[in-house]
């Protein structure tokens, strides 16, 4: 398919509606899609003035000049009778002779002609297309690079699926969203799809034409500034010193000097010869102070033959998130002498990786009898975890923090409050996730400082900390959280892909459920039982069969995990008929109260609220989650079918984050307006409640204005369109906006978006 235009809606509304002027500059740098815009513009005459004409008087208008050889003034009367009263757009209008440019001004100084041109930001274009938005006779836009939304809209367009979030960081961060170097990067790219989802297979793509175009930026440089570029291709930031010539091509920051576009960096590090990079590899690894960045130096170039900085390297890189160089390093730690310290971390990798077989493997190798607590803990979760050898995990630690780890996970909580102590802070953590679960958390969460001895273990204080504020209802926070914890592991598949299921759910739990599917389709873990559960349970809240998901499921099930059951009783609710009130009794039966409350609601949004209301007062008034009480006010406003309640409950669902049981509420309450503002914000739910909410139809005619004025049509322009007038217009629209429960063209453009893919 042709390479799609998308991400420049408010540019080409702003195009268009210059056209029923008197035209536009569209200004911005190369590449960055000013020419397919214009593309995107119904005109009469399509010109493109380049270099090789700008020398020649009146060249750009040959096509409008007469065939004889007659005088300036002939040749430009010619060409300014031919474009009187048509759409010209004019591409590079900064290559323009003067004689063009002039007769260009002419004709928007005269409004013999609309004029639509591009121009490229910097540089020095003719003093009469200047005076065009100097003089203020033609707006000027800034056409800025595409953000990381529209990148990722163009490469899902072109490759019909969604695309995977680590690459799409790469490819933006690479094309700093510039539409010719992505249009490159995709066609020079190797592919991969794993479920619908797509990623990059390989390095960073460089076509030949790509390549040519950095190349013809880099010719000019000289020798020894060539020098420094290709040393910071290798090292950046680096302190050194650089010339004017160098100008556009670095950048100065509070840590040195760095490379102006990563790609520079890709082809330097591409075409520098084998002895010459090695050369460059083994001065940077001699002058450098960065332990890690020396490292990888001394690796690359094959000098890496200490194996104490080997170690503190991959124990470095460990802690920053980047567990395939931590595994590169421990490895090439190991082979040359690291001992136990590599293999512990090597063993660590392994296991936050889910590669538990292998982490095993490693740990017994290096196993000692004073092994720290530190190590036998993270032996003993692989264990329990991974392989599901509780009992001998169990016998292993003789840690109380540690084992009531495992005795969380086993559902085991007073055997946890009875070994831990609030007073120190790592304990306190453990404690406040039994807390949560049983509805007894008052917060805040316990600091618990940094271990630099717990490596990678230190995650597990961040995944307690995000299901405590998920589980209490404090949606923001957990988010917040997630969102960061994600972003810090670009480089570790398995955790992003955990972190990646946690947000889903967060996602799903604030009413995005497209979100939380598309997150749900990039995440692959090694153990895939959350992310199953989480699928099923989106799906189905988008009204879809989610049966076959439930089953996978069940299938892959782990024995114990508690706590983390509950998504498979979420599951089991929605996608496959289970009673919420099946799944309460199983909670309530062990102490798990605030999953309790969870599942009672569920039923009262499934319409059982009667049935569940006793218990939901019961524990509103036991228990500390900060939405029990709203459940219970929900289920009570339901059996009382009190409007002004449930409106209520809505605007307290809303406040918390938790879209979409607020836009159920406001379709229970029958305020149409308030239902309609919240359903637009819950990407294409079908709920029951909200398919009981129909929304009055709009007339045909309501519907006609509506659809153009959602494209960013003026009133005035819809009634040319439609050949009404503006009066009607507004009449219809107000209809609309009436109907609909909305007051502006943003939430139009949402509304009648999620009408019509519920239509579909």
Known sequence: MGWPFVGRDAELTAVRRAVRGAGLIVAGPAGVGKTRLLDEVECD???????AMSEIPLGVMAPFLPSVDPSPLAMLTSARSALRSRVVVVDDVHLLDDASAALLHQLVQHREAVVVATLRSGERAPAPVVALWKDELLPRI?????????????????????????????????????MLLLREMHFAAQWVSHGGVWSLDGPLPLSPRLVELIEAHLAAVPAEERRVLELLAFGEPLDLAASEALDGLVTVTDEGLRLAHPLYGEVLRAQCPPLRKRNHQRHLASVLDDPLRVAVLRLDSGTADDPALLVQAASLASATGGVVLAERLARAAWAVGGGVEAGRLL??????????????????????????????????????????????????????????????????????????SYD????????????????????????????????????????????????????????????????????WDSMRSTWTVALAGLARAGGRLTEARRLLLE??????????????????????????????????APPGMRPYRHGLWLARIWAGGVSPFEAAADARAHAEFAAEATYL??????????????????????????????????????????????????????????????????????????????????????????ARMTLNPLTPREREVAVLAARGLTNKEIASSLVISVRTVDNHLSNAYSKLGITTRGELALVLSDDAGGQG
């Open 45 to 51: 005459v399509r010109l493109r003035a380049t270099a």
């Open 424 to 491: 120190k802070p790592e304990e306190a953590a453990v404690l406040a996730m039994v807390d949560v679960v049983q509805g007894r958390y008052v917060g805040p969460f316990p600091v618990v400082p940094p271990n630099p001895v717990a490596g990678l273990g230190a995650e597990t204080t961040v995944f307690a900390e995000v299901f405590v504020y998920s589980m209490h209802g404090h949606l923001a926070e957990a988010e917040r959280l997630a969102v960061q914890a994600r972003k810090e592991k670009t480089e």
């Open 142 to 178: 800034e056409l800025d690079p595409l953000g990381r939304a529209a990148v990722v809209e163009v490469l899902e367009t072109v490759l019909g699926g969604v695309l995977d979030s680590v690459t799409a960081d790469r490819l933006w961060t690479a094309s700093a969203g510039n």
């Open 601 to 690: 609601h569920e039923a009262a949004r499934l319409g059982q609220a009667a049935e569940a209301l006793d218990r939901l007062r019961e524990l509103a008034s036991t228990t500390t989650g900060l939405l029990v009480e709203i459940f219970a006010a929900h289920a009570e406003a339901l059996v009382r079918n009190d409007s002004a309640g449930l409106v209520r409950v809505a605007e307290r669902f809303e406040e918390n984050g938790f879209l979409l049981f607020a836009a159920e509420a406001a379709a229970e309450s029958g305020d149409r307006a308030l239902c309609t503002r919240l359903v637009a914000h819950c990407e294409g739910a079908r709920t029951p409640a909200l």
């Open 523 to 556: 995440a692959r873990p090694a153990q895939p039982f959350a992310r199953l559960c989480e699928l099923a349970l989106t799906e189905a809240m988008l009204g879809n069969d989610a049966r076959p998901l439930l089953a996978q499921a069940e299938a892959v």
């Open 347 to 420: 063993a660590q990798v392994l296991l936050f990786t889910d590669r538990p077989e292998e982490a095993e493997e490693v740990f017994a190798m290096v196993a000692a009898d004073d092994d720290p607590v530190e190590v036998r803990t993270m032996r003993a979760l692989n264990l329990g975890w991974g392989l599901g050898r509780s009992e001998e995990a169990a016998a292993m630690l003789e840690n109380d923090l540690a084992r009531c780890v495992l005795l969380f996970h086993a559902g085991k909580y007073d055997e946890v409050r009875a070994l831990l």
